[in-house]
């Protein structure tokens, strides 16, 4: 389904356990993938650490790159400026089906952000995003969720949502099944299970058979618990419109998610358009 994937690496501690643990982006079909490190310009951040000569981030991409050899075709590229500009850039012209990068921020004080270039690809990418919940060495993997755990694919029913709903389908492929929510601030709950229609309509037609609930509370809360609970090893959510048009901003419920769900988060952007 997506075949080639663009993956963002910082060279922190955390990047080499990442990769090592993407193997599972074969199952969704990816087989070229290109790694990229975005050095900072001199008015950048360079972060803590020892600045490093271009021939060494080359020879630190080559390294990286081994992690996936096995798996997948691999090419690095090394840029200069804004990662996430240049980020989305790249995505642009190699037309990549999916961007993937790490979802947490690395500085002790900041555990519980996702990371300013995640923050403003999450609003900003116009295809696919995986965010991969990233730890430091020193954290451990005991709570990293089992890949062979469930899909989740949170949706509210509207247009916007509908692409990630199709992508979940597709993605799973049929006699596989789907744990579906929709979460309710309200208790009209007749409402809310009209949201799922769609997506069981459409399930139907392909083979795939859903697990579905309605859920009270707060969708940022209530789907990273619930795939906590069901020890899920990816949710797949939509997300609306472009940089706050319409839809993901700071503080958004996407964002929320990513931040809050410490496991692998695919947003698939909808439609302006979506309701």
């Known amino acids: 389904m997506y075949e080639s994937a663009l993956i963002a690496v910082d060279f922190s501690r955390s990047s080499l356990p990442m990769?090592?643990?993407?193997?599972?982006?074969?199952?969704?079909?990816?087989?070229?993938?290109?790694?990229v490190h975005t050095k900072p310009t001199a008015s950048g951040s360079g972060g803590d650490g020892p600045k490093l000569s271009t021939q060494e981030l080359k020879d630190k991409l080559a390294e990286h790159a081994e992690v996936l050899s096995d798996q997948f075709q691999v090419e690095t590229r090394l840029l200069s400026g804004d990662p996430a500009e240049q980020l989305l850039t790249l995505a642009k012209d190699e037309d990549v089906d999916l961007i993937v990068t790490g979802s947490r921020a690395h500085h002790p004080a900041k555990r519980l952000l996702i990371g300013s270039t995640a923050s403003a690809l999450v609003r900003k990418a116009d295809r696919p995003l995986l965010l991969e919940d990233v730890r430091d060495a020193d954290e451990g993997e005991d709570n990293i969720p089992r890949r062979d755990g469930p899909t989740l694919l949170a949706t509210d029913g509207s247009g916007a949502a509908e692409a990630a709903e199709d992508h979940a389908l597709r993605m799973l492929g049929k006699d596989n099944h789907l744990r579906v929510i929709t979460v309710s601030s309200s208790n009209d709950i007749a409402r809310a299970w009209r949201r799922l229609e769609r997506i069981t309509n459409k399930a139907a037609d392909v083979g795939v058979r859903l697990i579905r609930s309605v859920d009270l509370g707060r969708?940022?809360?209530?789907?990273?618990?619930?795939?906590?609970?069901?020890?899920?090893?990816?949710?797949?959510?939509?997300?609306?419109?472009?940089?706050?048009?319409?839809?993901?901003?700071?503080?958004?419920?996407?964002?929320?998610?990513?931040?809050?769900?410490?496991?692998?988060?695919l947003l698939v952007p909808g439609t302006e358009q979506g309701n």
């Open 19 to 35: 990769l090592k643990r993407l193997g599972y982006m074969e199952r969704m079909g990816v087989k070229n993938v290109i790694l």
């Open 219 to 265: 969708a940022e809360h209530v789907i990273p618990q619930i795939a906590a609970a069901e020890r899920a090893s990816l949710i797949i959510t939509g997300r609306r419109g472009r940089d706050g048009v319409r839809g993901v901003r700071i503080g958004s419920t996407a964002e929320d998610i990513c931040r809050n769900a410490n496991r692998p988060v």
